[in-house]
């Protein structure tokens, strides 16, 4: 058996992720945490709002100015809110929609995480949704997941959807599959307008969004995990806390690249290591970090796509882990199907069982001390501007 095979094979362990799996299984034991939320009080809002972040302006041939290359974000600041915000990130295709509602109409973590007194932003990232405004011309899709409703039947693993043939299901899936929550999954991809930008350019937008709102946590999903990183990277000083809702890339410090894992589909990036220098990565140890994956993610080598791409993240978040945590870091991954949450999609916190979802993000953020009320969030404070077109008569 060669290293990496051996690597395949051997669990997770540690003893802070020992100890936060027994603390949070206790939390999440089913049926046992349903109750927090079915009596559901009123939420009230001390205010609520949107606005556009970073972005550029360009002045075209014509002389005329062009806004674009921002993001959006909507926030919701409760009466009482705790001291730091929860920021949101939508993954691949996605919008600042997936923490809005579920397809099944219930409430997403926009509510649930605002009901419980937590200030949150929703974005949209630039090139996407109510952040689409570029001049950039669109580049080919991120990834066959934003291309075709069968992949992302796979990538979000409701099951497996191998065309010719029609979707099968996962067992025990947390998804409704009736006709109406299937119509809304599907109508929820969203097409980028424009090529994607890098991860350090959206990692230098995000930085604009902190700056406006102060410290606070933040939360990615999927693809926008890598460009948590590259946040947390810019601005160090602002991120209290990340939660990565199963990220599919990392990062690495430079001379550590983790061994090699083999792939069944060559086209599947999960696996691949970009680096940054050590002291530039120690900034990762700054903050606490919580990863978190769902169930029903493939062990076994196989050559359908998105089922690489999970089996690979899966196993490059081990190395992630192991990475950060040996330069004096903090980081716990965790996989619900361990804490008894069975059949958990990709996106758990949309899934039948947000609740308990919400209940083990939370319960994690108390232990860490980011839950105080101390010094309540007020809002964001947008940055002061000079004019950016050539008013006439002022």
Same mark, same amino acid.
């Given at each position: 058996m060669n290293k990496t095979q051996q690597f395949h094979l051997r669990p997770f362990r540690g003893l802070a992720a020992g100890l936060m799996l027994c603390a949070l299984a206790c939390l999440c034991e089913p049926g046992a945490v349903q109750a927090k939320d079915s009596v559901q009080k009123p939420i009230v809002l001390k205010t609520m709002g949107s606005f556009f972040f970073g972005g550029t302006v360009q002045t075209l041939e014509n002389g005329v100015t062009f806004h674009g290359e921002h993001g959006y974000a909507q926030y919701y600041i409760p009466e009482n809110?705790?001291?730091?915000?929860?920021?949101?990130?939508?993954?691949?295709?996605?919008?600042?929609k997936t923490f809005e509602f579920t397809p099944d109409g219930r409430e997403g973590y926009q509510a649930i995480l605002t009901r419980r007194d937590w200030p949150v932003y929703i974005i949209d990232q630039p090139h996407r949704g109510r952040a689409g405004r570029t001049l950039a011309r669109p580049g080919k899709a991120a990834s066959p997941t934003a291309l075709y409703e069968s992949a992302?039947?796979?990538?979000?693993?409701?099951?497996?959807?191998i065309s010719p043939k029609g979707p099968t299901v996962f067992p025990n899936v947390q998804q409704s599959l009736d006709g109406t929550s299937l119509d809304?999954?599907?109508?929820?991809?969203?097409?980028?307008?424009?090529?994607?930008?890098?991860?350090?350019?959206l990692g230098r937008t995000m930085a604009e969004l902190f700056r406006s709102t102060g410290p606070a946590i933040l939360l990615t999903h999927s693809r926008s995990g890598q460009y948590g990183w590259a946040t947390a990277l810019e601005v160090p000083e602002f991120v209290k806390g990340i939660v990565a809702y199963e990220p599919a890339h990392f990062v690495f410090p430079e001379g550590e690249i983790p061994v090699d894992i083999p792939r069944g589909e060559l086209h599947v990036?999960?696996?691949?290591?970009?680096?940054?220098?050590?002291?530039e990565f120690k900034k990762l140890t700054r903050m606490p970090i919580l990863i978190v994956f769902g169930d029903n993610v493939a062990t076994e080598v196989s050559k359908v796509y998105n089922s690489e791409v999970?089996? &690979?993240?899966? /196993?490059? =978040?081990?190395?992630? +882990?192991?990475?950060?945590?040996?330069?004096?870091?903090?980081?716990?991954?965790?996989?619900?199907?361990?804490?008894?949450?069975?059949?958990?999609?990709?996106?758990?916190?949309?899934?039948?069982?947000?609740?308990?979802? &919400?209940?083990? /993000?939370? =319960?994690?953020?108390? +232990?860490?001390?980011?839950?105080?009320?101390?010094?309540?969030?007020?809002?964001?404070?947008?940055?002061?501007?000079?004019?950016t077109i050539p008013l006439q008569g002022q």
């Open positions: 809110a705790r001291n730091y915000p929860i920021i949101m990130w939508h993954g691949i295709g996605q919008s600042g992302a039947w796979d990538a979000f693993r409701l099951g497996l959807w809304q999954f599907f109508r929820q991809q969203t097409p980028d307008t424009g090529q994607e930008p890098d991860k350090m350019t990036t999960a696996m691949d290591t970009p680096t940054v220098p050590v002291q999970w089996r &690979a993240a899966a /196993l490059r =978040a081990r190395q992630f +882990v192991e990475a950060v945590n040996r330069h004096g870091g903090d980081v716990t991954l965790v996989f619900l199907s361990d804490l008894g949450l069975r059949g958990n999609t990709h996106i758990p916190f949309a899934d039948r069982n947000n609740v308990q979802v &919400a209940d083990h /993000l939370e =319960a994690w953020l108390h +232990v860490k001390g980011l839950d105080a009320r101390d010094a309540s969030h007020k809002g964001p404070v947008l940055p002061r501007k000079e004019l």
